[in-house]
């Protein structure tokens, strides 16, 4: 008995609060835009019997997924999101691999104080991480000044609300996420094998490519995964760092919802996106299974 | 090994440099005199001064607060119910789905999230404000705390419980005696890190709030979004501080509480 109240209070609570809205964004995305409060149509009414029922179900349809096919904006924003996900996963890659290298070769006292300087801005708002580029990257912010102070350039770049201004955001914000499991893989590293590599002949480089970099890979793909996933329904990053041209589809569902008031397409665009993160989030735990059976 | 060379120490430099410039020039930035937020004209404290009278952030801080408490508080307590099931309960019918609900929520773009609660609640005439963002907060927090309590419950001895079983404890008894101070630690860090993410989740809060509950990252993004703002500097000092202090104390904790706990467990070992 105790048991079951056990299982069943987190389980009703998932079903109520997580499994039973979804269902509800897929009717709705079958549904259609109406000028009713709520906003669509048609509404299932049970007091009516079976009849009203039937007639429930053979009222929705497929339309505003016809619709986002028509629409350009829509597929575009898709793969605009995923375009943007990709390349700032590999900047952010580029730009992590190096820091969590140096971490696992700093002295090893060194390395809680060093962790805790990467988990530390994790622990920080989101959002004034995101603003605090603002005030940067604007065309009289800091980065213009001292670009222009140095006289790389004679007049203010612009890159606030550029795509080049959300991919800095997303590096800046993504990254701990980055670091740490490279971290870990780094710091399990056996140095004796770089040693053994460098007996046999290799040059410090090709030890690094040969030795490190594979000995590194689980790390590297589950950093990437931590920062890909999340990426594409970003929201926040694009609305405040990117301009009109910057297309994300987390953005597009906002505002399809917030200003055009069209529920049925904004459901529609999330059960699209959800169906295009399967697929990384299936490939990401296959990871992870491989590296948990492979540690035990 | 110790191969620190030139290399490692300019890629930690320019690393820490970038992750931490951004939040050293804001917070110098908010003791700016000159309401330009790009020029500097003088040390001066006036936006905090405007910030404390400004009564729309004063409760949008409080709504935060009184959600972010309530809210980690629920989720602590399912999240680890949820954990203790998923690691202890062995199997019953519907567990894969259990596990998949569990793990969802994590990988769930906010937007998503947000989108299908506010559905929910329209759908079942609830009306927005602050128990409609505490029940979204709770859901998606109480999956980040049962997978930080499951990670240490797998970790530790079930043979623990099973002796406190045999010696005539109750399965509570047993769990509040034996399990809960081996697991406290997992605990405290998942209701703070469920805490943190409630404090700081603008998304699934604008979604699901009404009129009567705007939250802090609510009005910080509306202000925000037309421009950088001096006042928002202040705050966001404010919060940063309270940030670092905290997990500067909270690691202190545990170093400390580590350096007790190895220090107890030689005293055992060592023969009498």
């Known amino acids: 008995m105790r048991r079951f109240v056990l299982i069943a209070v987190p389980y009703l609570w998932l079903v109520a609060l997580f499994l039973i809205p979804f269902v509800i964004v897929l009717k709705i995305a079958l549904s259609d835009v109406a000028l009713a409060r709520p906003p669509y149509l048609p509404q299932l009414d049970i007091t009516g019997g079976w009849d009203s029922i039937r007639t429930f179900f053979s009222e929705l349809d497929f339309e505003n997924f016809w619709f986002l096919t028509t629409d350009d904006l829509y597929w575009k924003a898709y793969l605009s999101s995923l375009q943007i996900a990709l390349f700032s996963t590999t900047l952010t890659l580029l730009v992590g691999y190096p820091i969590a290298y140096g971490m696992a070769r700093a002295a090893p006292e060194w390395r809680p104080t060093l962790l805790m300087l990467v988990i530390l801005p994790f622990w920080t708002s989101f959002l004034i991480r995101v603003y605090a580029w603002m005030g940067i990257l604007s065309n009289e912010g800091l980065l213009n000044q001292f670009l222009l102070w140095l006289g790389v350039i004679n007049e203010p770049l612009t890159i606030l609300n550029t795509n080049a201004a959300v991919y800095i955001g997303i590096v800046y914000t993504y990254l701990p996420f980055m670091i740490l499991p490279i971290y870990s893989a780094l710091e399990r590293m056996d140095d004796s094998l770089l040693e053994a590599a460098e007996d046999l002949g290799c040059s410090r480089l090709s030890a690094f490519w040969l030795v490190t970099i594979p000995l590194s890979k689980n790390g590297i793909i589950a950093g990437c995964f931590l920062v890909f996933i999340p990426v594409i329904g970003e929201f926040v990053i694009p609305s405040l760092l990117g301009g009109s041209g910057t297309l994300m589809i987390g953005k597009v569902l906002w505002e399809e919802f917030f200003s055009n008031r069209d529920w049925p397409v904004a459901s529609a665009v999330a059960v699209i996106l959800l169906l295009i993160l399967v697929i990384p989030i299936i490939l990401f735990q296959r990871n992870e299974q491989k590296q948990r059976e492979a540690e035990g | ?272």
């Open chain 2, 1 to 272: 090994m110790t191969r620190f060379s030139w290399f490692n120490a300019t890629a930690l430099t320019l690393g820490f440099a970038f992750l931490y410039m951004p939040m050293i020039i804001l917070v110098i930035y908010s003791f700016n005199a000159s309401k330009l937020v790009t020029v500097w004209a003088g040390f001066s404290t006036q936006w905090y001064g405007e910030l404390l009278r400004n009564e729309e952030f004063l409760s949008a801080a409080w709504v935060t607060l009184k959600v972010a408490v309530m809210s980690s508080t629920i989720a602590t307590v399912l999240g680890t119910m949820a954990a203790y099931v998923l690691v202890r309960a062995g199997r019953f019918s519907g567990r894969t789905l259990f596990s998949g609900m569990i793990y969802a929520p994590l990988v769930m773009p906010e937007v998503i999230t947000g989108l299908s609660l506010l559905l929910l609640f329209i759908g079942i005439g609830l009306d927005r404000g602050v128990l409609t963002i505490v029940l979204a907060h709770t859901t998606f927090s109480m999956c980040y705390v049962s997978v930080v309590v499951s990670s240490r419950l797998v970790s530790f001895d079930k043979s623990l419980e099973e002796a406190a079983l045999d010696l005539g404890c109750s399965p509570f008894e047993a769990f509040r005696l034996v399990t809960l101070p081996i697991i406290a630690p997992a605990v405290i860090s998942g209701w703070l890190l469920a805490f943190t993410l409630s404090l700081d989740d603008l998304v699934i809060a604008s979604f699901t709030t009404g009129p009567s509950a705007t939250t802090l990252p609510i009005k910080i993004f509306s202000a925000v979004r037309l421009g950088v703002s001096p006042e928002i500097n202040a705050l966001s000092t404010i919060m940063i501080g309270i940030v670092t202090v905290g997990v500067i104390t909270a690691s202190l904790i545990t170093k400390q509480a580590a350096v007790r706990q190895a220090r107890e467990e030689r005293m055992a070992e060592r023969p009498a």
